[in-house]
């Protein structure tokens, strides 16, 4: 059974820094495509980044200065490191995985809200 559980969500001041942590068992982050998306009230679900290889991803243009993505295979995990947070990218932020055979996988997303 796949699960993927997010943490580290939760209230920050605008300019803040955030880590969110997703932890997988049932795949294996170190094959196929692991990362982010994140869905604002009222909003799509939209990418944030994504590990698509062993050291290449996809990202969304706007967020790649201040966001970036890491992962330990060791411990089946990856990271969402969020510098210099703006109101903005207030959202629930989703763990994702989509196997080599091509099936999706989601958690059950953690809030992120950037408020003074």
């Known amino acids: 059974q796949v699960q993927l559980m997010e943490s580290g969500g939760g209230l920050v001041q605008p300019g803040g820094s955030l880590r969110l942590s997703c932890a997988a068992s049932?795949?294996?982050?170190?094959?196929?495509?692991g990362g982010w998306f994140r869905q604002a009230a009222g909003g799509r679900r939209d990418l944030v980044i994504v590990f698509t290889g062993p050291t290449s991803t996809t990202y969304a243009e706007r967020l790649k200065d201040r966001f970036t993505i890491s992962r330990d295979i060791t411990k089946n995990e990856v990271y969402l490191q969020m510098s210099r947070l703006k109101v903005e990218d207030t959202a629930v932020y989703y763990c994702?995985?989509?196997?080599?055979?091509?099936?999706?996988?989601w958690g059950q997303g953690t809030q992120v809200t950037v408020s003074s």
């Open positions: 049932g795949i294996d982050f170190n094959s196929g495509h």
């Open positions: 994702y995985y989509r196997s080599p055979s091509g099936n999706e996988y």
